[in-house]
T-cell receptor, first 110, second 114 residues
Framework: LAKTTQPISMDSYEGQEVNITCSHNNIATNDYITWYQQFPSQGPRFIIQ???TKVTNEVASLFIPADRKSSTLSLPRVSLSDTAVYYC???????????FGKGTRLSVIA | EAGVAQSPRYKIIEKRQSVAFWCNPI?????LYWYQQILGQGPKLLIQFQNNGVVDDSQLPKDRFSAERLKGVDSTLKIQPAKLEDSAVYLCASSLVGQFAEAFFGQGTRLTVV
C-alpha cells in the first residue's frame, strides 16, 4: 500500500482558500487518490477522488500532477463548518484495503 | 437511500467483559469494513469483508476480537475479553466493489472500558 504524508494541522480564516497537500511517492499505476472529511463524533465522509490532472465537484477540487507523487485538496472560501480532519488515501482499486493515516486537522477561524 | 446503521451508539463495560457491535450496510454494498478509532487518531482498519469472505484482517487482534458477516449482509464485531485499551469508537463502513467505489460510514459505537 502506498504510504501518504500530510501536514498534521492547518489554520485558516473564514473566506480563504485552503490547500492541503498529500505526498504519496510510491503510488501504484492503478491507484486512485481519495480524500475524506471527518467531523467530531461522526464517521469519515467521502469528498473527492481522482486519478490524474484535476477533478472538481461542488465541495472541492483535487489537483494531481503528472508524476502523481503528490496531490492537493483545495477548499474554496472555507467557513467555520469546514473545521474537520481531512484524510488522503491512496488505493481503492479492486480490493485494496481502505487505510487511513493521521490526517490533517483544519481549524477555520472567524 | 438509507445509510449504514450501527448499534448500539454507546456502550460502557468493565474490563474482561465481552461486547458485540452490529452493523447493517447499505443495501447492495458487497464490501464492509470495521474500523477502530482511538481519540485523536485516524481510523484503523480491523477487517474488510467482500460478501461473506474476508479480504483483510491483518490488524484484527484475533486473540480477543472476532467478526462475522453472515449471508453477506449484516455484520457483528465482538470483543472478548475487553481491555482498557479497547476504549474507542468502532466504525462500520460499506461500499460497492470497484475502482470508483466510495465508502459510506455509520455513526459509530463509542465503547468505554472501565
Amino acid at each position: 500500500l502506498a504510504k501518504t504524508t500530510q501536514p498534521i494541522s492547518m489554520d485558516s480564516y473564514e473566506g480563504q482558500e485552503v490547500n492541503i497537500t498529500c505526498s504519496h511517492n510510491n503510488i501504484a499505476t492503478n491507484d486512485y487518490i481519495t480524500w475524506y472529511q471527518q467531523f467530531p463524533s461522526q464517521g469519515p465522509r467521502f469528498i473527492i477522488q481522482g486519478y490524474k490532472t484535476k477533478v472538481t465537484n461542488e465541495v472541492a477540487s483535487l489537483f494531481i500532477p503528472a508524476d502523481r507523487k503528490s496531490s492537493t485538496l483545495s477548499l474554496p472560501r472555507v467557513s467555520l463548518s469546514d473545521t474537520a480532519v481531512y484524510y488522503c488515501l491512496v488505493g481503492l482499486s479492486g480490493n485494496t484495503p481502505l487505510v487511513f493515516g493521521k490526517g490533517t486537522r483544519l481549524s477555520v477561524i472567524a | 437511500e438509507a445509510g449504514v446503521a450501527q448499534s448500539p451508539r454507546y456502550k460502557i463495560i468493565e474490563k474482561r467483559q465481552s461486547v458485540a457491535f452490529w452493523c447493517n450496510p447499505i443495501s447492495g454494498h458487497a464490501t464492509l469494513y470495521w474500523y477502530q478509532q482511538i481519540l485523536g487518531q485516524g481510523p484503523k482498519l480491523l477487517i474488510q469483508f467482500q460478501n461473506n469472505g474476508v479480504v483483510d484482517d491483518s490488524q484484527l487482534p484475533k486473540d480477543r476480537f472476532s467478526a462475522e458477516r453472515l449471508k453477506g449482509v449484516d455484520s457483528t464485531l465482538k470483543i472478548q475479553p475487553a481491555k482498557l485499551e479497547d476504549s474507542a469508537v468502532y466504525l462500520c463502513a460499506s461500499s460497492l466493489v470497484g475502482q470508483f467505489a466510495e465508502a459510506f460510514f455509520g455513526q459509530g459505537t463509542r465503547l468505554t472500558v472501565v
